[in-house]
């Protein structure tokens, strides 16, 4: 495993441009497989992920490559064949294949995917989707199994228990190639889901209602792309910048990014008392004093994202008071807890509340990037600290930020990575 090295107590100025949503990159590229004709996308961000992903394609016998911020695939000699495990495992996203899968062969066969452990994530809306469009699902030493019968998938209504990214997403990976009207109702509304929509509307998709809790979709044979596909920005990493650029910031601009997807995290700033001034594609973060504690509640979209609440708690530390956080999605995604109070942080977890006190001395000290988001946090702090901090585990980072050290090192912070490769071998 990788390690990030912060030397901290330098303040940042300068700009830094958001690359393409993580979230949506994880969707699209499995998405991929269900076109009849080569895909392109642009503003890929350069994350592990990504490479984790390719793996897997290429055990499919799909051609991928990977420059410059560009990924071309192609599915044309798409071949069913075993996934590799280890890459299943690295990333929770890799679920999307069951959908993608079911609707370009009729049946699936995947381990459990893995990813961040951030408290349980069933899939269990999933396989109700996957059933309701005529599918049998069966689990067994640790792999699920999709089919279908000769009639394949069918259109059907398919009403959600809970509000779920990956489901939603998985409903429409799986009912947009099958015969018919699929209704999925309780959807949930994230701008990820509205950039797979597009993407699969530009090839001949017929997918109505994305960012509403009812999308309807009539069913098509082919796909077929005829552009590029453009990944819309990174909400989530533009939260966490925004977050640092406050947090131990002399002046900096975000660029690339679309404000309407972080009004509910821009809204707590302001609050807290940042002078944001936001402008069409960007947000400039000014030199920021006397903040006021807030408390903040995470929802499921519109509401403030619970990929954000960890990247929120350094800057929260600043603020005159106490703050609090209740995670209503992720109540144990609490790995950054112990390995700020190492460094110093007055913060602590009660009945599933975060409790953020004022810390004004943050000292360097050798901590764990437990999750993508904890690492995130951790980051913020190693940079508002004094003396050195070593990140381990930065793989989860690098999971999730793209190119991020070249981007710190942009606005005058002092970071570096102990290893030079950025991708693991993930292939059995």
Same mark, same amino acid.
Request: aromatic share 4%; proline share 5%.
């Given at each position: 495993?990788?390690?990030?090295?912060?030397?901290?107590?330098?303040?940042?100025?300068?700009?830094?441009?958001?690359?393409?949503?993580?979230?949506?990159?994880?969707?699209?590229?499995?998405?991929?497989?269900?076109a009849d004709?080569?895909?392109?996308?642009?503003?890929?961000?350069d994350?592990?992920?990504?490479?984790?992903l390719?793996?897997?394609?290429?055990?499919?016998?799909?051609?991928?490559?990977?420059?410059d911020?560009?990924?071309?695939?192609?599915?044309?000699?798409?071949v069913?064949?075993?996934?590799?495990?280890?890459?299943?495992?690295?990333?929770?996203?890799?679920?999307?294949?069951?959908?993608?899968?079911?609707?370009?062969?009729?049946?699936a066969?995947?381990?459990?995917?893995?990813?961040?452990?951030?408290?349980?994530?069933? $899939?269990?809306?999933?396989?109700? *989707?996957? @059933? =309701?469009? #005529?599918? &049998? /699902?069966? !689990?067994?030493?640790?792999?699920?199994?999709?089919?279908?019968?000769?009639?394949?998938?069918?259109?059907a209504?398919?009403?959600?228990?809970v509000v779920?990214?990956?489901?939603? $997403?998985?409903s429409?990976?799986? *009912?947009? @190639? =099958?015969? #018919?009207? &699929? /209704?999925? !109702?309780?959807?949930?509304k994230?701008?990820?889901?509205?950039?797979?929509?597009?993407?699969?509307?530009n090839?001949?998709?017929h997918?109505r209602?994305?960012?509403?809790?009812v $999308?309807?979709?009539?069913?098509?044979?082919?796909?077929?792309a005829?552009? &590029?596909?453009?990944?819309?920005p990174?909400?989530?990493?533009?939260?966490?910048?925004?977050?640092?650029?406050?947090?131990?910031?002399?002046?900096?601009?975000?660029?690339?990014?679309?404000?309407?997807?972080?009004?509910?995290?821009?809204?707590?700033?302001?609050e807290?008392?940042?002078?944001?001034?936001?402008?069409?594609?960007?947000?400039f973060?000014?030199?920021?004093?006397?903040?006021?504690?807030?408390?903040?509640k995470?929802?499921?979209?519109?509401?403030?994202?619970?990929?954000?609440?960890?990247?929120?708690?350094?800057?929260l530390m600043?603020?005159?008071g106490?703050?609090?956080?209740?995670?209503?999605?992720?109540?144990?995604?609490?790995?950054?807890?112990?390995?700020?109070?190492?460094?110093?942080?007055?913060?602590?977890?009660?009945?599933?509340?975060?409790?953020?006190?004022?810390s004004?001395?943050?000292?360097?000290?050798?901590?764990?990037?437990?999750?993508?988001?904890?690492?995130?946090?951790l980051?913020?702090?190693?940079?508002?600290?004094?003396?050195?901090?070593?990140?381990?585990?930065?793989?989860?980072?690098?999971?999730?930020?793209?190119?991020?050290?070249?981007?710190?090192?942009?606005?005058?912070?002092?970071?570096?990575?102990?290893?030079?490769?950025?991708?693991?071998?993930?292939?059995?």
């Amino acid at each position: 495993m990788k390690k990030m090295i912060i030397h901290g107590g330098q303040r940042l100025t300068g700009e830094v441009t958001i690359g393409g949503a993580k979230n949506s990159t994880v969707a699209l590229i499995p998405a991929a497989i269900l076109a009849d004709t080569p895909v392109r996308f642009d503003m890929v961000p350069d994350i592990l992920d990504v490479h984790n992903l390719m793996l897997i394609l290429k055990s499919m016998n799909v051609h991928s490559t990977f420059q410059d911020g560009v990924l071309t695939i192609d599915p044309t000699e798409i071949v069913e064949a075993p996934l590799p495990s280890k890459a299943i495992k690295s990333l929770r996203a890799s679920y999307y294949f069951m959908g993608s899968l079911l609707g370009r062969f009729q049946r699936a066969t995947l381990s459990f995917p893995g990813g961040d452990n951030i408290g349980p994530r069933p $899939i269990d809306q999933h396989i109700k *989707a996957f @059933k =309701a469009l #005529g599918a &049998t /699902v069966s !689990e067994r030493d640790n792999t699920v199994h999709i089919t279908t019968g000769p009639a394949g998938l069918h259109g059907a209504r398919v009403f959600l228990d809970v509000v779920s990214v990956g489901a939603t $997403i998985n409903s429409i990976l799986a *009912a947009v @190639k =099958a015969e #018919g009207t &699929t /209704v999925i !109702e309780n959807a949930a509304k994230e701008p990820e889901i509205i950039d797979l929509a597009t993407f699969l509307n530009n090839m001949g998709a017929h997918v109505r209602g994305a960012g509403t809790d009812v $999308i309807r979709l009539e069913g098509v044979s082919t796909l077929r792309a005829m552009n &590029t596909h453009t990944i819309i920005p990174d909400r989530i990493e533009a939260g966490t910048y925004l977050s640092m650029a406050a947090a131990v910031g002399d002046g900096v601009v975000i660029k690339n990014v679309i404000p309407e997807h972080l009004e509910a995290f821009t809204a707590k700033m302001i609050e807290m008392g940042v002078n944001l001034e936001i402008g069409e594609d960007s947000i400039f973060v000014p030199h920021t004093e006397h903040l006021k504690a807030i408390k903040v509640k995470t929802m499921p979209f519109p509401g403030f994202a619970t990929d954000l609440q960890q990247p929120l708690t350094p800057l929260l530390m600043c603020a005159q008071g106490s703050s609090t956080v209740i995670d209503t999605i992720y109540p144990k995604r609490i790995k950054h807890i112990a390995e700020l109070r190492k460094m110093g942080a007055h913060i602590r977890s009660e009945n599933d509340m975060i409790i953020v006190d004022p810390s004004s001395k943050l000292e360097g000290s050798e901590v764990q990037a437990g999750e993508i988001r904890a690492g995130a946090a951790l980051v913020i702090a190693g940079l508002m600290a004094q003396g050195t901090t070593v990140i381990d585990n930065a793989d989860n980072i690098l999971r999730g930020y793209d190119r991020i050290v070249e981007k710190l090192t942009g606005l005058n912070a002092s970071v570096s990575i102990s290893v030079a490769a950025l991708v693991e071998d993930v292939q059995d």
